[in-house]
């Protein structure tokens, strides 16, 4: 038995559905499925999903608040006004202010630019910044990304008179800043038919209906933002990030070009997989660091040398940024370990002062993902007394939810479900943790916190095939909302196993079942190689794409995760180093059984004598347990009765079977060698073993063993006398079989043991505990 790393919770669909769009759509039946579980169940929605018709985008004047936004972005352009554009400094501020600089150079606006220093302002916008604005002549401020929480400098706008239009597109708060404007599909009352746009997607929205036109132009930096902000990427985010891909792979911006060259995926057929970890990081880490004017400069800029130094200063960052994050996280692991311990915290609050706030995020979906409790990352300025933190989540616990029920010790939050910021006192701090805890206590279960593979669907081997990884391909960009398909193998037989990579880490398995075989290969789960019999049965969950190599083509499961449902045998009789195997399996799971108070001794296993258990203990508990059996039992009935005594039995058999004399490659004398010993002793009348025994061994070809052994057997039958090691016959011999002789027993017992369970191959050994283990279940089932 091998038990999978998380939870594979198999999606349920009602199959009519399913069939609805398989016959009106000419649908295969697995894509069918699939739309299905993601929630695209009509005739209609799968069309705009799969764009069986072409797709225009949304009217962007179904935003409220969208007309008046647009007639005071016309009026101060046509009166020459500064305009400002307040933007935030991740990959989705970024891309919005960015989108915004193009657009008010096509307006031929007179603008400028400003995105807060995360370290010296912190997130969204501020008073002081607001005051200067004032300062240098700006008549409208338009916030980009944020600003949906800013009460207090909508306030301040109109005490120094400055208009204010707002585009967010984060959760709003009960009170509603008194803007001039705002612009978000998640305003209370506003009808926008999709709601789940990024603040990027907003700005495209805002630029569509100035310009009266679809900006496709945009599109490039567009999908930047919206994959990188993790927004769902279903209705107009798909249309979005679908286009806005086609429009990076051909894009003539000279600072997304050297982007993408640095990245090393200029050549490359660009995927959502490729903006969300290759040029998503690398924008965030400009303002992650130090201010994420560059990531707007090198979206924006015209100039070849230009862009190309700022794409290599922003990979700079971001190896600087992968730096600290790796040791920041480090110490936050400690510090959950050593004073937080998730078995006592069901929400992980950890901080610490000079953590770098840029990068707190990042760490906390580090914890997140070893400790799978919703966790909290501070960077804590005593001087200032505040401390800045993020959050993430996990399923079951809606933290932007969960904080608005602290809005008294947070004057400052926002955020998603899964996601949110926040800034608060450090006194605060413990409360905080204490309130959290306690909401969590009252809606989460223990089995929430084993983390969840959700499975889309189970496939035979021969469903995997070229055809349908191409019509898997029609459900992409992937992204939150429309996932890349998780596909379950169930119950396959293995071809081969091993280990690859230069350290041996990655794992590389061919499946197979019926006569089909699939390649798959689990990277970094080399460490469970061990841990799969190549003779198992065994579940995997995983995602499948086409294998390039050589000019061949094939299908292969990339390998998430791995289950054995069956007990299995491990077979040790010839392990070289047993105290090593011994000490890799979990101290907590093996348990050593001998049936001989010596083997020990005798296998050099001294150190692991407190461990040992002897198969006649009444404390003896094998149950979901991995045992090492390792000497030969006396009898099969002995090991029948070691595995009676639980009711589910063990996990894992590893058997060695030590045996310090082996009596199977003796010879056992059939019953026609007795015949013709018994023979030859009543011809002789007598006969001298000392002097002679060797002599008559030799003479058979047997050895000197076997005819002791005989004796011994004659002797125990009374078939024989013996004095001073003259063998006489018996004057009147009893009528007895050779089985009623202990010796013989014994003998014939011993070598029955050792075929069994020494010299067996490992299926006859499998077959054996497979059918004892039977056994023992409809024992207990009678029971």
């Not at 069994?756 to 054996?768: A, G, I, P, T, V």
Request: proline share 4%; glycine share 6%; aromatic share 8%.
């Amino acid at each position: 038995m091998l038990k999978s790393n998380k939870r594979w919770k198999l999606a349920q669909l009602e199959q009519e559905k399913v069939d609805l769009l398989v016959s009106e759509l000419n649908l295969t039946p697995i894509v069918a499925k699939l739309l299905v579980l993601r929630g695209i169940e009509t005739v209609q929605a799968a069309t705009r999903f799969l764009y069986k018709e072409e797709v225009s985008f949304y009217d962007p004047f179904l935003l409220d608040g969208m007309k008046e936004a647009v007639e005071r972005i016309q009026l101060a352009i046509e009166k020459n006004e500064k305009i400002l554009i307040f933007g935030d400094y991740d990959a989705d501020g970024v891309s919005s202010t960015s989108v915004m600089v193009y657009l008010m150079r096509e307006l031929g606006a007179n603008f400028n630019y400003y995105i807060p220093n995360r370290f010296t302002e912190g997130y969204g916008p501020n008073e002081a910044a607001f005051r200067q604005a004032k300062l240098d002549g700006y008549d409208l401020i338009i916030t980009v990304d944020t600003g949906i929480s800013a009460v207090h400098e909508a306030e301040v706008a109109k005490e120094i008179d400055i208009d204010l239009i707002i585009t967010d597109h984060h959760e709003a708060p009960p009170q509603l800043p008194d803007a001039y404007a705002i612009v978000n599909p998640k305003k209370p009352g506003c009808t926008y038919p999709f709601k789940g746009l990024a603040g990027v997607g907003v700005a495209f929205k805002l630029a569509h209906a100035l310009l009266d036109e679809v900006p496709a132009h945009l599109l490039d930096i567009v999908a930047i933002g919206t994959i990188a902000d993790l927004v769902p990427l279903v209705d107009e985010n798909r249309l979005l990030a679908k286009k806005g891909i086609e429009a990076l792979q051909r894009t003539t911006k000279p600072g997304l070009k050297a982007l993408k060259k640095i990245a090393g995926i200029d050549t490359q057929v660009m995927n959502a997989e490729h903006v969300g970890f290759a040029i998503g990081p690398r924008v965030n880490a400009a303002g992650r660091l130090d201010s994420a004017d560059p990531a707007v400069e090198l979206m924006t800029t015209d100039d070849e040398l230009t862009g190309k130094t700022i794409a290599e200063e922003i990979d700079q960052l971001n190896k600087e940024r992968k730096a600290i994050v790796d040791e920041m996280a480090k110490e936050a692991i400690e510090q959950v370990e050593t004073q937080f311990p998730p078995s006592k915290n069901h929400v992980l609050i950890v901080g610490k002062e000079g953590w770098n706030p840029g990068v707190i995020g990042i760490v906390a979906s580090r914890l997140v993902e070893k400790f799978y409790r919703p966790t909290i990352v501070l960077s804590i300025d005593r001087e200032k007394g505040v401390a800045k933190g993020s959050a993430r989540s996990i399923e079951g616990f809606d933290m932007f939810v969960n904080l608005s029920e602290s809005r008294d010790i947070l004057p400052h939050f926002g955020g998603h479900p899964m996601a949110a910021g926040l800034t608060m006192k450090i006194e605060h701090v413990e409360e905080l943790r204490r309130r959290l805890n306690k909401q969590a206590d009252a809606l989460l279960t223990e089995e929430d916190f084993i983390p969840v593979t959700k499975v889309d669907l189970v496939a035979k081997l021969d469903e995997i095939s070229l055809d349908v990884i191409k019509q898997l391909d029609e459900l992409a960009p992937y992204g939150v909302s429309n996932p890349i398909p998780k596909v379950m193998i169930e119950d396959v037989s293995i071809g081969q196993i091993r280990r690859i990579g230069s350290d041996e880490n990655h794992l590389k398995v061919l499946f197979e079942q019926d006569g089909t075989t699939l390649d798959g290969i689990g990277f970094q789960l080399g460490y469970i190689h061990p841990e799969i019999n190549p003779a198992a049965k065994v579940s995997a969950v995983g995602t499948v794409s086409v294998n390039e190599w050589n000019g061949h083509c094939k299908p292969q499961l990339f390998i998430e995760d791995v289950q054995v449902n069956e007990w299995q045998l491990f077979d040790w009789r010839n392990a070289k180093k047993l105290a090593e195997n011994i000490a890799s399996l979990p101290k907590q799971k093996r348990k050593l059984i001998a049936f001989q108070s010596t083997t020990m001794d005798k296998l050099g296993l001294d150190t692991l004598n407190e461990e040992v258990c002897y198969a006649e203990s009444d404390e003896v508990n094998i149950e979901n347990k991995y045992i090492v059996l390792l000497d030969l039992p006396r009898s099969t009935q002995q090991l029948e009765e070691l595995l009676l005594k639980e009711t589910t039995g063990p996990e894992r058999i590893y058997s060695v079977f030590y045996q310090e004399d082996s009596n199977y490659f003796s010879t056992l004398p059939k019953r026609e060698h007795f015949k013709w010993y018994y023979a030859f002793l009543s011809k002789k009348g007598s006969f001298d073993m000392k002097r002679y025994g060797q002599q008559l061994a030799a003479h058979k070809g047997w050895s000197k063993n076997t005819v002791d052994f005989m004796t011994q057997v004659f002797f125990e039958l009374d078939f024989v006398t013996i004095n001073n090691g003259i063998i006489s016959l018996h004057p009147t011999p009893s009528k007895k079989g050779l089985d009623e002789s202990e010796t013989y027993q014994r003998m014939t017992e011993q070598s029955k043991l050792e075929q069994q369970f020494l010299y067996s191959s490992y299926y006859e050994l499998k077959l054996w505990f497979d059918q004892a283990i039977d056994q023992v279940r409809k024992v207990k089932e009678s029971v």
